[in-house]
């Protein structure tokens, strides 16, 4: 189906590449669940939520959360410390939690949209539990530390540059001095909604599911508890947008060394075209170093719409930039989605082995 108009497209991320890409004269089909665009002489490429063809093949490696972060610290990137276990290993990953110090986080290896991630666990009971939890629903789960400061950034790395960064406040309400925390959550839902134009795609719903009901007992307090006038309240221990976190488009508050340093860490690997980077900032007004920032994950389909329609903060035209960096003016002669070689992974692999041989002898 030829499309005119975005608004014939139902998933927000297509309907972002859609908007922009009939903005430039660009023909854009929807056939079956992915959108088309061809521009400039470049194309067809096909997009779906935050997947997109253009995207190299290296970074399929990012589906792997463990690899990840073994590969970006082979680069000098600073990562929270773990390791990988197979969904019958919960008592040796347990006694490897002893050896990392608590308190660890839990995850499955290959997961999204903070499905099944466990934070701040401290004991080993919860986690046998949580890791039981997991083992149930995957073959492989990621055992690590937890980051010691808690602010939390998705950084958006297009096409050699950082473009947006936002701010990710767990899902929250702010109290009144009269309404419990379950009228609170239902009128923060309806100004989500109103403010997504109606849906909840934009800004995904809070709910009160076990998770967080668990922290609010913590706290000793229940749904129908009143909370105090401007106390805000985390209602999540994860910062997940679909979790009903906030986003706060935050860049120019940024000290720029942050985003030179992404981009420095992440040009070496070939064929990225764009990447979401979860990246926790002790302190974003000071300047970077190996010891005031952790890369947790790098997601090769990243969301837009956070970029987009930021809870709070300058949005950033976050489709207009995607397509132009796909559909160029003046394509490049290299095609950016060529298949990476198997001399050129390794040629990777090698020169990261290489860095991490010389950093350990510098450090003998
Ligand atoms: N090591 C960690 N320390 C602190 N918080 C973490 C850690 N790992 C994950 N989290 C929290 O859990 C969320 C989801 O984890 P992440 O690894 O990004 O999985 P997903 O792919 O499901 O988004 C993060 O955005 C962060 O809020
Ligand atoms: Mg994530």
Redesign the pocket.
Known sequence: MLIRDARQVRLLEQKIIAAAAIKRGFTVHMRQKYLYVTGNGVGPHKFLKGWTSAQGQFTRLFRN?QATKDVLKAFGASV?E?ALFHAHEAERALDYAGYLGWP??L??DT???????Y??ISDAATFRNRFSTIAGTTQTV?V????PY?T?YRFFYLDKKIVSIIR?I?ANVTGDGKSTIDALVGTKNTLRKARGNGRYGRFPMIVLDEESRALLSERGLTPNSVLPAGETLHLR????LSAGGDTISVMAEFHPSYAERMEAIFRNLPGCLLLGL?V?VRDHSQPCDESNY?I??V?PAPGYRMHVYPWQGEAVDLGGLIVDAIFPDRPSVAPRNAPVSRSQFLHVIKKALLRRFRMNRHMR
Not at 144 to 147: L, P, S, W
Not at 237 to 240: L, P, R
């Open positions: 959360k929270p773990g660890v986080v995850k499955p997961g999204n949209k903070g499905r099944h991630v934070v701040n990621v690590e530390k937890m980051v808690s939390e990710r767990p221990k994860i910062g997940n979860d926790f952790t947790i994950e997601n």
